[in-house]
């Protein structure tokens, strides 16, 4: 069995500013995670994925994330927040090694505000 | 590339009429998925087909059904609409095993 948790389901920073999203999950096999953003009134587009290589994984538009096994965590951050991250944020996990997609467990988001 | 696209955007049901969700992708993926995003609840898998020809349940089936029609196209029937089943509905589809999901942009179903 696996599980997401996404800490705070809203999330509000200044313009220039650090963005941390957290997510930490669960899993009885060495997992595959991913971050997806959704923009309003859009499907969900792929940020970045952890497959088991780097434990750093860069995405688009500046924002990265790092395994931490012992953690338990993936966390998404950017050094500084632009209006246009403004969106929803989802952390999924499904088990590694080929693992299918139909087994993908998504968290509930994190709402991502950016204030001018 | 159009990728993946769903029909209709907008929806509105009468309780007990009944409709089919359409979606195609043109990227030659052999899986596909529908899911449902209610606000709070993230997404739900609500039916997925591996590949051409097979289809299963996924997390939240009851009140659905699902055509595989070919490798491009999976459509999504609800036979007699609740208000339960107002939410937004998803399409995606995915390549080789682990590899990321597309999404087409939802299609927004209202029951009254």
């Known amino acids: 069995a696996q599980s997401v948790t996404q800490l705070g389901s809203h999330v509000s920073v200044s313009e220039g500013a650090l963005v941390l999203l957290r997510c930490n999950y669960s899993s009885s096999v060495p997992p595959y995670l991913f971050w997806y953003v959704q923009y309003p009134n859009q499907g969900l587009q792929l940020l970045l994925k952890y497959t088991s290589a780097a434990t750093l994984v860069k995405g688009i538009n500046g924002f990265e994330a790092e395994f931490k096994k012992s953690e338990t965590s993936f966390h998404l951050t950017k050094p500084s927040a632009h209006m246009s991250d403004a969106a929803e944020y989802f952390c999924?996990?499904?088990?590694?090694?080929?693992?299918?997609?139909?087994?993908?467990?998504f968290g509930k988001g994190t709402l991502l505000t950016v204030n001018p | 590339n159009a990728g993946v696209t769903q029909t209709p955007k907008f929806q509105v049901l009468k309780t007990g009429q009944s409709m089919t969700l359409q979606c195609a992708q043109d990227m030659n993926h052999n899986s596909m998925y529908w899911y449902r995003q209610d606000p709070g609840m993230g997404l739900r898998l609500i039916y997925y087909?591996?590949?051409?020809?097979?289809?299963d349940k996924g997390e939240v089936p009851n009140g659905y059904n699902v055509s595989r029609l070919n490798k491009r196209e999976f459509s999504l029937r609800l036979e007699s609409a609740a208000p339960s089943q107002t939410s937004v509905y998803f399409c995606?589809?995915?390549?080789?095993?682990?590899?990321?999901?597309?999404f087409g942009n939802g299609t927004r179903l209202t029951v009254t």
């Open positions: 087909s591996a590949s051409e020809g097979t289809t």
């Open positions: 999924a996990v499904t088990p590694g090694s080929g693992g299918s997609n139909y087994k993908l467990t």
């Open positions: 995606a589809s995915s390549g080789v095993r682990g590899s990321p999901l597309h």
